[in-house]
């Protein structure tokens, strides 16, 4: 399917018309006139939960934010992940005029206070983000939903040591760090995690490991080739 936007600017009719058009048939699928992107996610706090689960015992029940507001106990990370989140959304209207993650303006979940230490990951099975305790910020949150818009896409995350991996990574980066500049209106700095109290990456130097003995089993390492 092939998608385009159309501006729409008469007496009858303003916003962006986004058109999707069968690539085999050139048959219209869809048609949807936006003025602003489809705002529709949540926010679940999962301290204290098991690991490796969807938790979708919580989904649409017990979200401490969506796109509305957060609760008033809701934990800070809550607060930024749905900040970061809603201004992802944002940003790809504004810059590519894609309605949501998936380009349709379907629902998007973050999990805040995951399970486990340094981390933060999309799960495609869960089609979900998580984030471990002190790993919401900026920059992070951007690239894991890098992930998510690849997977949508069609470009798969199949191993640490493979080039579609390390191309993950990579858009990954490349994702936060233009969010970041025009969030911010600074100049790339070429670290993910500048904002934060974690530094997760710093890609500013050039390759750290030698590409040409051979490709890495890290994703990441691999990543810093492009």
């Given at each position: 399917?092939?998608?385009?936007?159309?501006?729409?600017?008469?007496?009858k009719a303003q916003g962006t018309l986004i058109v999707w058009v069968d690539a085999?048939?050139?048959?219209?699928?869809?048609?949807?006139?936006?003025?602003?992107?489809?705002?529709?996610?949540?926010?679940?706090?999962?301290?204290?939960?098991?690991?490796?689960?969807?938790?979708?015992?919580?989904?649409?029940?017990?979200?401490?934010?969506?796109?509305?507001?957060?609760?008033?106990?809701?934990?800070?990370?809550?607060?930024?992940?749905?900040?970061?989140?809603?201004?992802?959304?944002?940003?790809?209207?504004?810059?590519?005029?894609?309605?949501?993650?998936?380009?349709?303006?379907?629902?998007?979940?973050?999990?805040?206070?995951?399970?486990?230490?340094?981390?933060?990951?999309?799960?495609?099975?869960?089609?979900?983000?998580?984030?471990?305790?002190?790993?919401?910020?900026?920059?992070?949150?951007?690239?894991?939903?890098?992930?998510?818009?690849?997977?949508?896409?069609?470009?798969?995350?199949?191993?640490?040591?493979?080039?579609?991996?390390?191309?993950?990574?990579?858009?990954?980066?490349?994702?936060?760090?233009?969010?970041?500049?025009?969030?911010?209106?600074?100049?790339?700095?070429?670290?993910?995690?500048?904002?934060?109290?974690?530094?997760?990456?710093?890609?500013?130097?050039?390759?750290?490991?030698?590409?040409?003995?051979?490709?890495?089993?890290?994703?990441?390492?691999?990543?810093e080739l492009l």
């Amino acid at each position: 399917v092939w998608q385009t936007a159309l501006k729409v600017s008469g007496d009858k009719a303003q916003g962006t018309l986004i058109v999707w058009v069968d690539a085999t048939t050139g048959v219209v699928v869809d048609a949807r006139l936006r003025e602003n992107p489809h705002l529709d996610f949540e926010v679940y706090d999962v301290a204290g939960e098991d690991a490796d689960k969807c938790w979708e015992d919580k989904w649409f029940f017990d979200a401490v934010c969506d796109q509305d507001g957060c609760d008033a106990g809701a934990p800070v990370e809550s607060w930024t992940a749905r900040y970061h989140t809603e201004t992802t959304i944002d940003w790809l209207w504004s810059v590519f005029r894609r309605d949501g993650v998936d380009r349709w303006g379907g629902d998007q979940v973050a999990h805040v206070n995951a399970p486990g230490n340094n981390n933060a990951y999309y799960s495609p099975g869960c089609d979900h983000v998580a984030f471990n305790v002190g790993m919401v910020e900026q920059e992070v949150v951007m690239h894991e939903w890098g992930h998510a818009i690849l997977m949508k896409e069609g470009v798969g995350y199949d191993g640490n040591g493979s080039n579609r991996s390390a191309i993950h990574e990579h858009m990954g980066d490349m994702y936060a760090l233009f969010y970041e500049r025009w969030q911010d209106g600074t100049d790339l700095d070429f670290i993910i995690g500048s904002h934060g109290n974690t530094l997760v990456r710093n890609i500013d130097g050039g390759p750290t490991v030698d590409h040409v003995v051979a490709q890495t089993p890290s994703a990441h390492a691999n990543s810093e080739l492009l």
